[in-house]
C-alpha cells in the first residue's frame, strides 16, 4: 500500500484535547500524542489555549530531540540557542539545561534560572516562548515555579500603572546587580550578544493584554532615573510579581513536556536537590517579535 502523503496523514489525525485548567496560572493538556503530527484545528487549538493560560504541561510525552522539535513547532518557529556551550550537537537548536552546568560555589550546587525572569530579555526580538522536555528527574526537588506576570500588573493601583505607562529599562547579558549567577561565555559568545531597551509594560501580540515585563538578571536600571531609584522601583515590581497568589509550581515528572510564554509569565529553576543526583532537559526556545509597550 502506498504510504499516505504527510498532509493526508496530518488531517487525518483527530485529538481529542482535554485540558485542565489549574488553580493560578497553566493548564494541563491531554489527550494528544506529540510524537505524531497534528492537524490545523488541533494547532489553533492548542495556539489558543497558550495565549490564554501561558503555560501548557504535556505529560507522559518522552520526546526524542527531533520529536520535541516538532512538538514545540506547533507553537511557532524555533529560535537558536544564545549560548553555544549547551546545545546538542546533532540539534543545534536544542540545548539542555542539567545538574553539571554551573561550578558548585562553597560545595553548593547552582542551577542555571534561579530568581524569576524571562528569556534573553536583551535580545530585541526575544523568545516568545520556551519549552523544557525532562529527561532525567531529581527524586525530590528541581521544581520550575512560574508567575503570572499579567495578573501581576493587573493588581497594581491606577496611580501605579499610569506611573510605569512609559517607562524603559536597558537590558544587558548580566546586570551589574544581577542576583543570579550566569553561565560563563567565550569572548565569541560574548560579542554576539546584544543589548536593549524594553518597555516596562508590554503589550501581549495575540490577547493584547498588558504584562510587567522584569529580568533582575539582566535590567541596569530605568531610563532617565537615577540609579539607586531605577534599581529600587524594579526590586519593588519583582517583590509584587513574585507573591505566591501569582505562582505556578511545577513538579517535573520524566516525559514532561512543558511550554511557557515569556511575555505572560516569568520562571525560576530551584537548585534544591541532592546534588549527588542528575537532572537533565532538553531546552528549545522559539523566536518572538520586537516587544510593543502597552500605552
Ligand atoms: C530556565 O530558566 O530556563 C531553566 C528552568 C529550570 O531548569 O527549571
Same mark, same amino acid.
Given at each position: 500500500m502506498r504510504p499516505a502523503s504527510k498532509s493526508n496523514k496530518e488531517s487525518d489525525i483527530v485529538n481529542t484535547l482535554q485540558c485542565k485548567v489549574n488553580e493560578i496560572l497553566g493548564a494541563e493538556i491531554s489527550g494528544i500524542d506529540l510524537t505524531q503530527p497534528v492537524n490545523d484545528a488541533t494547532r489553533d487549538e492548542l495556539n489558543a489555549l497558550f495565549a490564554q493560560h501561558a503555560v501548557l504541561v504535556f505529560r507522559d $510525552?518522552?520526546?526524542?530531540p527531533p520529536q520535541f522539535m516538532r512538538g514545540a513547532e506547533i507553537f511557532g518557529r524555533l529560535m537558536e540557542q $544564545? =549560548? @553555544? @556551550?549547551?546545545?546538542?550537537p546533532d540539534y543545534p537548536l536544542v540545548g539542555s539545561n542539567s545538574t553539571k552546568d554551573l561550578p558548585r560555589k562553597n560545595g553548593k550546587l547552582q542551577v542555571r534560572g534561579e530568581n524569576y525572569h524571562t528569556d534573553h530579555s536583551n535580545d530585541l526580538a526575544p523568545p516568545k516562548a520556551t519549552s523544557l522536555m525532562a529527561v532525567q528527574i531529581p527524586s525530590d526537588g528541581g521544581d520550575t515555579q512560574f508567575v503570572d506576570v499579567r495578573r501581576a500588573y493587573d493588581d497594581l493601583s491606577e496611580t501605579q500603572k499610569t506611573a510605569l505607562q512609559h517607562l524603559r529599562s536597558r537590558h544587558v547579558? #548580566? %546586570? %551589574?546587580? %544581577?542576583p543570579r549567577s550566569f553561565a560563563k561565555l567565550s569572548p565569541t559568545d560574548m560579542a554576539k550578544i546584544p543589548h536593549t531597551e524594553q518597555p516596562l509594560v508590554i503589550k501581549h501580540p495575540v490577547s493584547g493584554r498588558p504584562a510587567l515585563y522584569l529580568n533582575t538578571g539582566r /535590567? #541596569?536600571? =530605568? #531610563?532617565? /532615573?537615577d540609579a539607586d531609584a531605577g534599581f529600587a522601583l524594579i526590586d519593588e515590581l519583582y517583590r509584587h510579581a513574585t507573591q505566591p497568589q501569582y505562582e505556578y509550581r511545577h513538579q517535573w515528572r520524566v516525559g514532561d513536556m512543558v511550554i511557557w510564554d515569556n511575555r505572560s509569565v516569568m520562571h525560576q529553576a530551584n537548585a534544591d536537590y541532592d546534588p549527588e543526583e542528575y537532572r537533565y532537559l532538553y531546552r528549545v526556545m522559539l523566536q518572538g517579535d520586537k516587544l510593543e509597550p502597552f500605552v
Open positions: $510525552q518522552p520526546l526524542t $544564545q =549560548i @553555544k @556551550k549547551f546545545v546538542l547579558h #548580566e %546586570s %551589574s546587580r %544581577s /535590567m #541596569e536600571g =530605568i #531610563e532617565g /532615573m
